[in-house]
T-cell receptor
Framework: DAGVTQSPTHLIKTRGQQVTLRCSPK?????VSWYQQALGQGPQFIFQ???????QRGNFPDRFSGHQFPNYSSELNVNALLLGDSALYLC??????????????FGSGTRLTVV | DAKTTQPPSMDCAEGRAANLPCNHS???????VYWYRQIHSQGPQYIIH???NNETNEMASLIITEDRKSSTLILPHATLRDTAVYYC?????????????FGQGTTLQVKP
């Protein structure tokens, strides 16, 4: 049973560029949430996608956008990269109507470095 | 908008119980408490969660105070592989579409 898969695992971008990160949810899950984790900090909620729509959003600028596809996979896009966007980006999947026993499954993340 | 407060670090002897405290004094009545751990910047791993009753599973026990303002995660027999950052989290919103509000976490060092 595949868990949450994220790609790429590492990425280096230049300030001002755009980046796309990808996430495949755990089999059977239909909801994808994205989190940003700066070095030494806890993850911060960016946004959540369900039924191909953004359902909730954290305190992140419009430079951060996303998409969910019919197969429930998701992309996170960040435009006009800043040095401060360097972080580990985590994807978490869940089943909207499922029981709460295992809730949210996280991927291993994409380490983004902006230079 | 962190809703949880944890000590930054703790030590525990291998084989002994590790008791990790968490304060969540502003938690609302329908908000669950979750615990996850993270090893070497991998993705967070689910441990346990609860609303107001104490919970136990194969990994740990969760003790929630009656007023729900604090909780304690108990690892009954800590091993070296339990060395990790432990996050006490409040889930805001209903069901599995709620968002997780992480605190700063506690770095647990299990020593031989």
């Amino acid at each position: 049973d595949a868990g949450v898969t994220q790609s790429p695992t590492h990425l280096i971008k230049t300030r001002g560029q755009q980046v796309t990160l990808r996430c495949s949810p755990k089999s059977g899950h239909d909801t994808v949430s994205w989190y940003q984790q700066a070095l030494g900090q806890g993850p911060q909620f960016i946004f959540q996608y369900y039924e191909e729509e953004e359902r909730q959003r954290g305190n992140f600028p419009d430079r951060f956008s996303g998409h969910q596809f019919p197969n429930y996979s998701s992309e996170l896009n960040v435009n006009a990269l800043l040095l401060g966007d360097s972080a580990l980006y985590l994807c978490a999947s869940s089943l909207a109507g499922g029981n709460y026993n295992y809730g949210y499954t996280f991927g291993s993340g994409t380490r983004l470095t902006v230079v | 908008d962190a809703k949880t407060t944890q000590p930054p670090s703790m030590d525990c002897a291998e084989g002994r119980a590790a008791n990790l405290p968490c304060n969540h004094s502003t938690i609302s009545g329908n908000e669950y408490v979750y615990w996850y751990r993270q090893i070497h910047s991998q993705g967070p791993q689910y441990i346990i969660h609860g609303l107001k009753n104490n919970e136990t599973n194969e990994m740990a026990s969760l003790i929630i105070t009656e007023d729900r303002k604090s909780s304690t995660l108990i690892l009954p027999h800590a091993t070296l592989r339990d060395t990790a950052v432990y996050y006490c989290i409040v889930r805001v919103g209903s069901g599995n579409t709620g968002k997780l509000i992480f605190g700063q976490g506690t770095t647990l060092q299990v020593k031989p």
